[in-house]
């Protein structure tokens, strides 16, 4: 299958593209949270916002401190199994990986004032709560019109071709500031060539030029494939306070510190007729600590009825990328030739990241002693996501982020039975709407993406549904297990589309429907004094 990439075309596109930035995908990857907690938190879906009286508020609503009666230590172990599938236009790739982790570790301290009304108590809360997981493997393999050497051709347009070509002791095309590094090592594996007559313009490397040297011939890839393995955690470590103001009110608050650790690894690979074919390996690792508070309040107007609102502010990080990437073409027709080429070593970017704030409005009804139903719904603005460089200059990913994201709302419900006093069985299911815009959905938009990473996943929406178990074995020590089912859907790019002004598509890419369902079983130990 041949494409006709003509000259006058070319020059209608205009990139947006900039050389080192961290992109729009990247800031929400960052700021995405998971349903995560003790076991008695999971099992009831994580609605607990009204609730309290478990370790996992001071993560949200920190007015549940205030609920406690008793001191408590408590711990979490839980065992991931994340599964993959991908479908690319009929082709379907699973994978899978399994991962065993220590999720939560708290202390809540209650100091009661003696007070028969008014401020009865004073709890403080000491924890580390795991808030998500990144630990996936998935794989996309299928053929599309365009190959990433006609992406990486556009985004170089109107960049002259000495600006690309580095001069020992003198120019390295990676410092400019101009280059994306998507151009700078596409240019130097062989991904694409300039047009004789206009060396700023540039074309696929493979297929064949037109006699005028003016109309490029462009090859499509027969068969396409990426492998992505992520790894990694977002950390959580929180000290919080609550009080409890007659048995009525309760209010709380929480200073946390987060910590970032995230890798990517990804192996791209296209290959051609005639033998030709393209390859591109990407290596990125993120480290970046934040800090960020959450006020709550609980209102229990009647013995049944508790009420809860709470406010999580964004998290201010500090992040470091470090980089690395090789890439390499082999073309056997028309003009043969080999080259592989890399990015420098030891290649890293500061910058600084806010993510979204959120509100949690929540309700619980309390069903004498034998049980308990609540809803919590979650608001979060994504369109609140700010990316910065280490000089607090905005970066040019915040336009895009006002443009392709807004709110996203989590439903989540949960219920406790008693079947005996000391033996309880639990429930719970949550929904959550994606943020990201239609025109982004649709890939109607161009998106900058980081490095020399061009692959990127856009997310669809969430669900779960769990279930759990409780025993108490002593009036002190007790147990609870809990299973949580969650689907995951996102459209894959193996690259973004590019446009010309007019908005017709200049360089096409597929969306590839990729579900990751994870299934997780946690337990909890507890220790109350």
Not at 156 to 174: A, T
Not at 387 to 395: F, H, Q
Not at 486 to 501: C, G, I
């Amino acid at each position: 299958m041949k494409k006709i990439v003509c000259l006058v075309a070319s020059v209608l596109f205009l990139s947006g593209a900039s050389a080192f930035a961290q992109g729009e995908m990247d800031a929400y990857k960052y700021s995405l949270g998971d349903l995560n907690g003790t076991a008695r938190y999971l099992g009831m879906g994580g609605a607990f916002g009204a609730l309290g009286g478990d370790a996992s508020a001071m993560s949200s609503n920190p007015a549940g401190l205030g609920i406690y009666r008793s001191s408590e230590v408590v711990g979490t172990l839980s065992l991931s199994s994340i599964d993959t599938k991908s479908n690319w236009n009929g082709n379907v790739s699973k994978d899978d990986k399994s991962k065993l982790s220590f999720d939560n570790f708290s202390y809540v301290g209650y100091f009661p004032t003696a007070n028969e009304s008014g401020i009865m108590s004073w709890n403080i809360g000491l924890s580390y709560n795991r808030l998500k997981n990144f630990n996936r493997n998935y794989r996309l393999s299928g053929s599309q019109a365009y190959s990433l050497a006609d992406y990486a051709a556009d985004i170089s347009y109107g960049i002259h071709e000495n600006d690309l070509i580095y001069v020992k002791d003198s120019y390295d095309p990676y410092n400019n500031p101009n280059n994306p590094w998507m151009s700078v090592l596409g240019y130097e594996a062989g991904y694409f060539g300039s047009f004789p007559t206009d060396r700023s313009n540039y074309h696929s490397g493979f297929g064949t030029m037109d006699a005028t040297g003016t109309i490029w011939y462009a090859d499509s890839p027969q068969n396409t494939t990426l492998n992505v393995s992520e790894k990694g955690a977002v950390d959580q470590y929180n000290f919080a306070f609550a009080t409890n103001i007659s048995n009525s009110v309760f209010l709380g608050a929480t200073l946390a510190v987060t910590d970032i650790n995230y890798s990517i690894s990804s192996i791209y690979d296209e290959r051609f007729e005639g033998g030709d074919y393209l390859y591109l390996d990407n290596g990125l690792t993120t480290e970046g600590t934040g800090y960020s508070f959450n006020l709550g309040a609980i209102v229990r107007p009647v013995d049944f009825l508790r009420m809860g609102v709470a406010y999580n502010s964004p998290t201010w990080y500090k992040m470091t990328d470090y980089f690395h990437a090789e890439a390499g073409t082999d073309i056997a027709q028309y003009n043969p030739s080999k080259m592989d080429a890399s990015t420098p070593d030891k290649v890293y970017a500061d910058y600084k990241l806010r993510t979204p704030d959120k509100w949690i409005f929540s309700a619980a009804a309390v069903i004498g002693q034998y049980g308990l139903l609540s809803v919590d719904y979650e608001l979060t603005n994504f369109k609140g996501m700010r990316l910065k460089d280490v000089n607090d200059r905005e970066m040019d990913a915040n336009n895009f982020i006002k443009e392709d994201f807004g709110t996203s709302g989590l439903l989540k419900v949960g219920g406790e039975f008693k079947v005996t006093p000391q033996f309880a069985v639990r429930a719970g299911a949550g929904w959550q709407s994606s943020p990201v815009k239609t025109a982004l959905k649709n890939g109607d938009v161009e998106v900058i993406t980081a490095g020399t990473l061009p692959h990127y996943t856009v997310d669809k929406g969430s669900d779960y549904i769990t279930v759990g178990l409780g025993y108490r074995f002593t009036p002190n020590f007790y147990a609870d297990l809990a299973c949580v089912y969650k689907t995951y859907k996102e459209d894959a790019f193996t690259f973004s589309r590019t446009f010309l002004d007019n908005g017709d598509i200049m360089v096409d890419s597929d969306a590839i429907s990729l579900k990751t369902n994870t299934t997780r079983v946690a337990l909890t130990l507890g220790y109350k004094f």
